[in-house]
């Protein structure tokens, strides 16, 4: 069982950085990539980042591509989400998730991940 615990969040205004944190226990050696996704009110969880434990390949949504930069400290057993230039439409809750397989389907998708954190809340004023 591998738990997810998300932290960084707050109030910002557009154009400033903030770093997100997701920091994992239990069964850490067994993931093998960590994503981040966020979800806006009444909507679906959608894909932002993830890192591949294997390679620390990284890969990103165009929307954040160029702004956001997903990292991992495998000393601390932590993944980030360093965001930069931040806009008021990235206001949302942010979720860290592991897959602990390689997936049968895309990975961009939510449902192959198995563990999902509680989220932390992004704010971004204009």
């Known amino acids: 069982q591998v738990q997810l615990v998300e932290s960084g969040g707050g109030l910002v205004q557009a154009g400033d950085s903030l770093r997100l944190s997701c920091a994992a226990s239990?069964?850490?050696?067994?993931?093998?990539?960590m994503a981040w996704f966020r979800r806006a009110p009444g909507k679906e969880r959608e894909f932002v980042a993830a890192?591949?434990?294997?390679?620390?390949?990284?890969y990103y949504d165009d929307s954040v591509k160029g702004r956001f930069t997903a990292s991992r400290d495998s000393a601390k057993n932590t993944v980030y989400l360093e965001m930069n230039k931040l806009r008021p439409e990235n206001t949302t809750t942010y979720f860290c998730a592991a897959l602990m397989v390689a997936p049968s389907t895309n990975y961009r998708l939510p449902h192959p991940y198995d563990y999902w954190g509680q989220g932390t809340k992004v704010t971004v004023a204009s």
């Open positions: 890192i591949r434990y294997s390679n620390d390949q990284t």
């Open positions: 239990g069964g850490t050696s067994r993931i093998y990539t």
